[in-house]
């Protein structure tokens, strides 16, 4: 309800209560749920996030900015060059296969990365979804000499840019006409994707050191971020 009345003030600009929030739902019959809890993650994962977590945890911010990071959500969207500067936001319908994925590398991630990373230094990171695993989208990045982050299954606690995605969520929300159909989606989606300033970006990128030591605290648990 907090985070409800958070969003509520940051739309309206006018501040409202979580109380009064609660009140006014319970009218119409809605009641609020404690969410199920995530299942807790098997020895195995936990080993290799700890192992991840203690093979990267000298990485400091400067390596980090060499990171171009992947993540999909609300409609299968595109990624986030987290040193700031604003990459490209891809809007894929439908389901992502392995050939949809290697396409969306060859078209997008190979040239991103040649025009932020001109030396070659960048580094692509996406999660390990069966698309991204396929042989297809493995060869095409083979093939396009780019080089994939390692990275832990069942992580998206360490990738900044899910946080950057529930800010943009929020801001999607805050239009006073919900979408009517897909094309005012996908203007919402783009015109938050503008809107969210540098300063953020700075801030997730700066966040990965803290996200693995949490890591290694945790002893390869999930961390909260």
Not at 62 to 91: E, Q, T, Y
Not at 140 to 161: H, M
Not at 174 to 190: A, D, F, R
């Amino acid at each position: 309800m907090k985070k409800l009345a958070t969003v509520w003030t940051a739309c309206i600009e006018q501040p409202v209560s979580a109380i009064t929030i609660r009140r006014n739902l319970k009218k119409v019959g809605l009641t609020a749920y404690i969410p199920c809890k995530k299942p807790a993650l098997s020895k195995a994962y936990r080993q290799a996030r700890l192992e991840w977590a203690h093979a990267y945890e000298n990485w400091g911010a400067r390596k980090w900015r060499h990171v171009l990071f992947l993540m999909k959500a609300l409609l299968h969207s595109f990624n986030k060059d987290v040193r700031g500067r604003l990459g490209p936001i891809i809007l894929l319908k439908g389901s992502v296969t392995g050939q949809i994925h290697a396409k969306t590398i060859k078209d997008y991630v190979v040239p991103t990365l040649q025009i932020h990373f001109p030396r070659g230094n960048g580094i692509f990171q996406e999660d390990n979804a069966p698309p991204h695993c396929s042989k297809v989208a493995a060869t095409t990045c083979e093939n396009a000499g780019i080089v994939v982050l390692d990275w832990p299954v069942q992580s998206p606690d360490l990738n900044p840019i899910k946080n950057l995605w529930a800010e943009m969520k929020i801001m999607v929300r805050c239009h006073i006409s919900p979408p009517s159909n897909i094309k005012v989606l996908e203007k919402y989606v783009k015109d938050a994707w503008k809107d969210i300033p540098s300063e953020y970006y700075k801030k997730l990128v700066n966040s990965m050191s803290k996200r693995i030591e949490a890591v290694i605290t945790a002893n390869g648990n999930r961390i909260n971020y």
